[in-house]
């Protein structure tokens, strides 16, 4: 006999309440402004001067100001998690991780807009079906509900060329998943631009003693 299971949300709706429009704005928002804080340091730091210094250190350089930014907008209350740095089991990389109770999202580079980060074990083992993000009919079925997102930007790439939102899948590429930067563009009929000009808060100072490594930094702590 056949059982009918009715579908509340779907993973796409499932996004769209984890993380609504001005939240995604404001995830466009931080990769935008990362790129532009990762412009600033290359310019004004010679190492980076040589084509070969530029592309080995470029990707951790994003890295560290995606970081940073995503922890200014926490601290300034422009988004509604709370964040705190991870680590791979032998602590040979650290990231950051943005939370709440049923909430877990990871920044990621990725060399094409529809592919997830690549396959590591602390990534990896936060990846479920997507039926776990669906939201059914109460007594029908029950699903974990905490849910593990990933915002990728592009890999090697000095300006922003793509910033997505998705739900990872093991296959590799992102399952149900929004174009920030598309969206933006249509939602407010502009492209998203770096405001860091206007921000008060914290300084091209502050960034470099954090690039640097001083999390210790009142700034820094959450």
Not at 32 to 42: E, F
Not at 110 to 136: E, G, H, T
Request: contains cysteine; aromatic residues 12%; positive net charge.
């Amino acid at each position: 006999m056949a059982v009918s299971v009715k579908i509340l949300d779907g993973p796409i709706e499932t996004i769209n309440k984890a993380v609504p429009l001005e939240i995604r704005r404001e995830l466009a928002r931080i990769v935008i402004d990362a790129y532009k804080w990762s412009d600033i340091l290359i310019k004004n730091t010679a190492v980076f001067q040589s084509l070969r210094g530029r592309k080995r250190l470029l990707p951790e350089i994003k890295n560290v100001a995606v970081e940073f930014v995503a922890m200014q907008a926490v601290k300034n209350n422009r988004l509604p998690f709370q964040y705190r740095m991870a680590s791979t089991s032998n602590h040979s990389h650290f990231y950051l991780e943005l939370f709440d109770g049923n909430t877990l999202i990871h920044f990621n580079q990725v060399a094409q807009r529809n592919n997830c980060a690549r396959k590591a074990f602390c990534r990896d083992r936060l990846i479920k079906p997507l039926s776990s993000y669906m939201d059914f009919d109460s007594g029908s079925i029950e699903c974990d509900n905490k849910q593990y997102f990933q915002v990728n930007h592009g890999y090697q790439s000095v300006a922003p060329l793509f910033v997505t939102l998705g739900i990872p899948e093991k296959s590799g590429k992102l399952g149900p998943k929004i174009y920030l930067l598309d969206e933006y563009s249509a939602s407010t009929g502009k492209y998203p631009k770096s405001k860091i000009e206007t921000v008060k808060d914290f300084s091209y100072e502050d960034f470099q003693r954090y690039a640097e490594g001083e999390e210790g930094n009142e700034l820094f702590k959450s």
